[in-house]
């Protein structure tokens, strides 16, 4: 089964991973919740760019690293942390 972008995306609109300042504060968050993930992610980055280790790969590459069954709880993670760093709508 593949997996589901759509759902990416959607969850992407409400939590904006991406953000100038938060998207190194929530890949070292991931990188520490799935660390398996993580690693396929930078070594996928590191293939492809020649070995730059300073390079971090993207909330979304490190999401195409989780098997389906870790989908929900990708999700939640996030959204908990979301929740926990950044209560209420102070990023929108």
């Keep these: 089964m593949s997996k589901d972008y759509d759902r990416y995306n959607k969850f992407c609109e409400n939590y904006d991973m ?3 300042g938060i998207e190194e504060e929530v890949i070292e968050f ?3 919740k799935f660390p398996k993930a993580y690693d396929g992610a ?3 980055l590191m293939d492809e760019n020649g070995g730059d280790e300073e ?3 993207s909330p979304g590459s490190i999401f195409a690293h ?3 069954d870790e989908d929900d709880k ?3 993670s996030v959204e ?3 929740k926990e760093n950044y209560p209420g709508d102070e990023l929108k």
Excluded: G, I, Q, V
Aim: charge should be neutral.
């Design 80 to 82: 908990n942390w979301f």
């Design 74 to 76: 990708f999700y939640s």
């Design 55 to 57: 390079e971090m790969p």
């Design 42 to 44: 930078k070594k996928d």
């Design 18 to 20: 991406h953000a100038d």
């Design 66 to 68: 989780l098997s389906n």
């Design 30 to 32: 991931l990188k520490s």
